[in-house]
Each structure stands twice: as C-alpha cells, then as structure tokens.
C-alpha cells in the first residue's frame, strides 16, 4: 500500500496541485479516482461522510491523517518533506500571499470558465463566461508582471506558491479557447521551468479520468 493516497480526477486543477506536489517531493504515493462527471461522487452521502464533508477533492490521506483543500494538503507536505518550503517567516508570508491570490484571482476564476466552457453538459451564460475569463486574464497579467524579473514567485528557488499557481495552467490550450503561455510569455517561461523540475508530469498523466466519457 502507497504512503499516501489522493482523492482526486483528472480535470481537477485543485487535485493537480496535490498530485504535482507528491509527484516532486518524490512520495510513494497511488490516486484514488473519484467519478465526479458522471456518477456526481462528490455529492454522495457516502463521499461527504466518509471522505470529505465539503464534497470536494483533493483528499490526501497519509496514515490516519486525513486532509482536505489543497493549500492544506501542499503546505503539509513541504513541511513532512522539506522541500519546496519558503524560508523565514517573510517569505512564508509572501508565499500565502500569491497562494491566496492564486485561489481567489487566477485558477478561482480559470477554473469555473474552463468548467462551463468545456466541461458542463450544459453550457455556461455568455455573459458569466465573458466576466469569468476577463477576470482570470487580468489576474494572469498581474502574475505575469511579477515574473518578469524573476524565476519564481518568491525569487530564486520555487516554493508551494509555484507548485499552487500552475493549477490549471498545463491543461489543453482548447479548454480554455487562448493559449496562456503564449499569451503570457513570463508565465510561459515560467512554466517550462516547472517542467524541468524532476518528478514533473502533466494531469493527464497524473491522475485517472481522462478523457471523459460522455
């Protein structure tokens, strides 16, 4: 049996965090697919009693810790592995900083787009997918400003705040109807770094459920 176990699909870009992160710490660890499209898992009774009462993943399961939100579940393994760690109370500061940003600003809003863009059986309003995508771009040039002068978010070695914003930031350019690393040429840079780190792999490769069938 692996040490760790993720709860997670494939076209979660909050899972993706997770499984990216134990795929770069170097963990053994195995996913456990969770059918969210097609057998709605996440809203059983028997998901949110026995996994996850938020009716959510990631789910990470390590020994009889249980941890959910994937901020939680990165944060807990930098600190179990030492890597990825920000140093010094400052730098841990700035990390939560963009990790908050991330999940309010930049994949809190590329994700609910790509979702009633690509994903929803049901397409979304124009009108809510127009505020969606205007919101995540404006927040995507922000990150890309800050990358500008530097390799990482924090500066000269990446952290959890990197691993956090690449959420949905390897997913297939068509999901989202724009090419983001062309788009963004500091986030593209960016994201080919991520790639050379060992242990990089993307989420369709990570994680079980792609592609849909629908």
Known sequence: ?????????????????????????????????????EAGETRSPEFRGEVNEMGE?????????????????LAYLSR??????????EQELEAWRWIVFDNQKVNGMLGPFRFLRTLAKT???????????????GALAIVDKRLADRPWLLGEAPTIADVSMCGYLYYP????????????????????????????????????????KR
């Open 80 to 89: 179990i592995s030492g890597q990825y760690l920000p140093q010094g109370e």
């Open 123 to 137: 397409p979304g309003d124009p009108a809510v997918l127009g505020f969606l995508e205007g919101r995540a771009k």
């Open 57 to 73: 993943v990631p789910v990470l399961r390590h020994g009889d810790r249980r941890l959910s939100q994937s901020s939680v579940c």
């Open 173 to 212: 350019a068509e999901e989202f109807g724009f090419d983001i690393p062309a788009a963004y040429p500091h986030i593209g840079a960016w994201l080919e770094r991520l790639k050379a780190l060992p242990g990089w792999a993307p989420p369709y490769e990570l994680m079980p459920g792609h592609p849909l």
């Open 1 to 37: 049996m692996a040490d760790y176990e993720l709860y997670c699909f494939a076209q979660s870009g909050n899972a993706y965090r997770v499984a990216l992160m134990l795929n770069l710490i170097g963990a053994d660890w195995a996913p456990v697919w969770v059918d969210f499209f």
